[in-house]
């Protein structure tokens, strides 16, 4: 029986997939680094100096540590000031009623997100006093999709992997909740998300009652 349920962030309870697209797609542009969706595909839940990394492969120039991380503290100033304007009303509809829900049928609520801007961007979508606790992707070992964060998520919880769901949109994420032993929910495209236990169109398709038998 389902005792928690562990979900990612970025991509399931609100639009930041585009958010973090566009201050990417800004950086790129300002380098001169050719950015697409398509690539952009690829850092969904990949955390920020691999994300950067990805982009490079199409830079013509080498950068040393120290600019890599210049480059990326800017694309994170990029992204602090779009998601410091984001509020309620960004979340996805059905989250608030989902969390809810969860809460009413005394199932354990998780955060495994590797964003580092989590804590404040939950408290921006007025959802932070929902979670029982928020994993620190700063403090495991291996990023997504190694299960790290998950299995972080689940011992803080006291609930074992097995008694776990978790929900991701992202290949990488769907990867580190199989890997840690638990089920699985993809939110996106079927043919995307292929090792996903069931694939939902969006988290408002969330079912409570289906997902208490799962
Ligand atoms: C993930 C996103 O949740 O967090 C990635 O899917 C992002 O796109 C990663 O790169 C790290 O986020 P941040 O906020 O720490 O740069
Ligand atoms: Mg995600």
Redesign the pocket.
Known sequence: RCQAVIF????VLTD??HT?YQAWKRLADEIGVPFDHQINER??????M??LEIILERSQRQYSTAEKQQL?AR??QY?VSAISQFGPDDLFPGVAKLLRDLRQAGIRIGLA??????PLLLQRLGIAAAFDHVAD?AAVAFPKPAPDIFLAAAQALAVPAEACIGVE??VA?IQAIKRAGMAAIGIGEPAQLVDADRVLATIADFDIHQLIAF
Do not use: E, I, Q
Request: aromatic content about 4%; cysteine-free.
């Open positions: 990612d962030l970025d991509g930041t997939a973090h850092l969904k839940g990949v955390d920020r691999s994300s990326a694309k994170n992204y997100s590797a964003s580092r801007n989590a992707p949109d992202a994420g």
